[in-house]
């Protein structure tokens, strides 16, 4: 088992920043090679917003974030952080922290194990 447990969501002005962490912690943990943040808008899907490997600490990001969002992991501390820059209203969304086993992973099925969830919200 995986428990991941998201902090630092809030609401905060467009233009701004906010840092979100995930702390990563259960038996099965250093099985997991791939750390991701998602991020689900009300009436959308959840989608895919950015992933780091531990490996190598290739990171990965959508299109709309690039250059806005920074993916980093401390492996020693079990943590994923994800630096937001430069937020717009479109980044209104619950965010989450998931695990997976596959190296790379960017989908949601994909992944193995999910946090509860963190509520980021921009306003104008």
């Known amino acids: 088992q995986v428990q991941l447990v998201e902090s630092g969501g809030g609401l905060v002005q467009a233009g701004t920043s906010l840092r979100l962490s995930c702390a990563a912690s259960g038996r099965t943990f250093s099985s997991m090679r791939t750390m991701g943040w998602f991020r689900q808008a009300p009436g959308k899907e959840r989608e895919f917003v950015a992933a780091i490997t531990w490996s190598g600490r290739t990171t990965y990001y959508t299109d709309s974030v690039k250059g806005r969002f920074t993916i980093s992991g401390d492996r020693a501390k079990n943590t994923v952080y994800l630096e937001m820059n430069s937020l717009v209203l479109e980044d209104t969304a619950i965010y989450y922290c998931?695990?997976?086993?596959?190296?790379?992973?960017?989908?949601?099925?994909?992944?193995?194990?999910w946090g509860q969830g963190t509520q980021v919200t921009v306003s104008s």
């Open positions: 998931a695990a997976a086993i596959r190296l790379g992973a960017t989908l949601v099925g994909q992944y193995n194990s």
